[in-house]
């Protein structure tokens, strides 16, 4: 078993996916509009789960899988058992997931014995990894970020063949299905939304995280780590990459710190339905963390134990919730959009060109912009739920289109306030997003109708393809495209309706609603102070 000292590690129960990255989206003259955003039910994600129930394991991946079950059981890594001795949980190839986790007794949502419990000690984290040869090699790259540090860790233990983890990293496959691995042909299919400029973003950020390591310097001073033929760019992509859909997060020494979990890294994702996820310790340790004689026995050592919430049936997938992610996310970093996923957001901007406006009063109205802290190219988002057209935005397009006195009266009474000026003022900020949105709505090449179509073909082209194969991957990337679009333009068809609602409600209500505003109250004290002097 492998032994690590850690170092007064305190564990936090929280989960989450490993770096937030924002969402792009490109600057127009006026008003611009992308979508989605950074920010469950998987559905029918691809086929039933019967068929993963039919589908066999390759020999090569059965040997694979019985190897990793072989160091799981010896390393301490428990799966919870029936009264009768059974199992209760297993992994399985599922057509379209992977290796994935069933149960394969049925579950009910009070048991209280835990179905899994991974002992700290295999974690693959920044906290086992003490004794690396690699550590020396990375205290020489300070400026160099942990999530590029963790990645040439994991690479070097991934190529290493004699590793501690080789027996898991075995299972992890070379071709990820995040968005940012997809060929060009396929990320057509996303034109006219913003995960294309996330994309890049991403690429980007890879890429500077990559130069600061500096690989080449790294060579010449460590030979023995650096093999020539290891740590190119492309590896070094998806070692980042494996790391940022598998990693979870728990709290070291008060500080948040990435670690991969086996067994736990292989369960799919819904935020309907569950397991539950935490850090506990199977048994009290008596000995002192940081002394040359830890015991660090599977007895004591700090463990991620899941627990059944939910009821399971024989045969059905289990699921862990990866929190609340919106489909840009989960495509990005996961590699699947969900096909009605109440999290969904649409990404908007707002530029304005100050040349064409020639606008006396800009500055001033960038000024308040500023002190709500709305920045040029600043990010809106439209929601399924809550203030589902973010309030910044119509307060933006309020100050872009308000007079001189109105500004003033903001300058004076402060920017909090979502209250319109008055009617009319709001039925000219409505409509000029709403018209900025149908603009969006026109360039896709697609309706919401077509998009439905096109989804049942490629289910039904999934259930007569060979799993494991190119052509099922290509369906699969084809069919998360599909929802991710879908997604967007549910979402603005929604908003826009919103939009409709409210612009009928002001001019339904339009004098009860005037002598409310603040603004109304305001120019109307401002008249009797006038008429009394």
Not at 165 to 180: H, I, K, S, T, Y
Not at 255 to 283: E, L, Q, W
Not at 310 to 330: C, D
Request: hydrophobic share 45%; with cysteine; net charge negative.
């Amino acid at each position: 078993m492998r032994g690590s000292r850690l170092q007064c590690i305190v564990i936090a129960a929280a989960v989450c996916s490993l770096t937030a990255l924002a969402a792009a989206a490109s600057a127009v003259v006026g008003l611009e509009y992308t979508e989605a955003n950074n920010d469950l039910d998987t559905g029918d994600l691809t086929t039933t789960d019967a068929l993963a129930q039919q589908q066999s394991v390759p020999p090569l991946m059965q040997d694979a899988l019985d190897e990793f079950l072989q160091w799981a059981s010896e390393e301490g890594i428990e799966v919870g058992e029936s009264d009768a001795g059974a199992k209760t949980l297993e992994l399985r190839l599922h057509p379209t997931m992977g290796l994935s986790i069933f149960a394969s007794q049925a579950i009910e949502a009070s048991t209280t014995t835990p179905l899994l419990s991974v002992p700290l000690s295999t974690f693959f984290a920044r906290f086992t990894l003490l004794d690396s040869p690699m550590m020396a090699a990375l205290a020489v790259r300070p400026v160099a970020r942990e999530e590029a540090k963790l990645s040439l860790l994991f690479l070097y233990e991934y190529f290493d063949p004699d590793s501690f983890w080789q027996p898991w990293f075995q299972l992890f496959p070379r071709e990820l299905d995040c968005a940012g691995f997809w060929d060009d042909l396929l990320l057509m299919e996303l034109d006219n939304t913003s995960i294309r400029d996330a994309i890049r973003q991403l690429e980007a950020l890879i890429e500077y995280e990559y130069d600061q390591l500096d690989l080449p310097a790294l060579r010449l001073r460590f030979p023995d780590s650096f093999v020539a033929d290891r740590f190119s760019y492309d590896d070094f992509k998806w070692a980042f990459m494996v790391l940022a859909s598998r990693g979870l997060t728990m709290s070291v020494n008060n500080a948040p710190c990435t670690v991969m979990i086996p067994f736990v890294d292989f369960f799919n994702h819904n935020g309907a339905k569950s397991i539950a996820f935490s850090y506990t310790r199977r048994a009290g340790d008596a000995s002192d963390v940081s002394s040359g004689n830890y015991d660090d026995s599977v007895e004591n050592l700090n463990c991620a134990v899941i627990s059944g919430n939910e009821t399971f049936l024989p045969g059905e997938q289990m699921f862990l919730n990866y929190k609340a992610h919106s489909n840009e996310v989960l495509l990005l970093h996961y590699g699947f959009a969900l096909p009605h996923n109440e999290h969904d957001t649409f990404l908007v901007r707002l530029h304005f060109d100050r040349e064409k406006t020639n606008d006396p009063l800009m500055d001033l109205r960038e000024h308040l912009l500023e002190l709500r802290g709305i920045q040029e190219n600043h990010p809106f988002l439209l929601r399924w739920h809550g203030d589902i057209i973010d309030p910044d935005i119509l307060f933006a397009l309020r100050v872009m289109i308000a007079t001189k006195d109105q500004l003033d009266f903001l300058l004076e009474e402060g920017i909090a306030s979502n209250s319109p000026f008055s009617v009319d003022s709001e039925l000219v900020a409505t409509v000029l997003l709403q018209r900025s949105l149908e603009r969006n709505q026109a360039k896709f090449a697609t309706t919401i109708e077509s998009d439905e179509f096109a989804e049942q073909r490629v289910l039904r082209r999934l259930e007569e393809t060979e799993p494991e194969s190119p052509a099922m991957r290509g369906l699969i990337r084809e069919l998360h495209a599909i929802r991710y679009r879908m997604g967007q333009k549910r979402l603005l068809a929604f908003a826009l309706a919103q939009l409709a609602q409210l612009q009928a409600e002001l001019d339904l209500n339009r004098i009860t609603l005037d002598a409310t505003y603040p603004f109304q109250r305001f120019q109307q004290s401002l008249h009797e102070q006038d008429s009394s002097s």
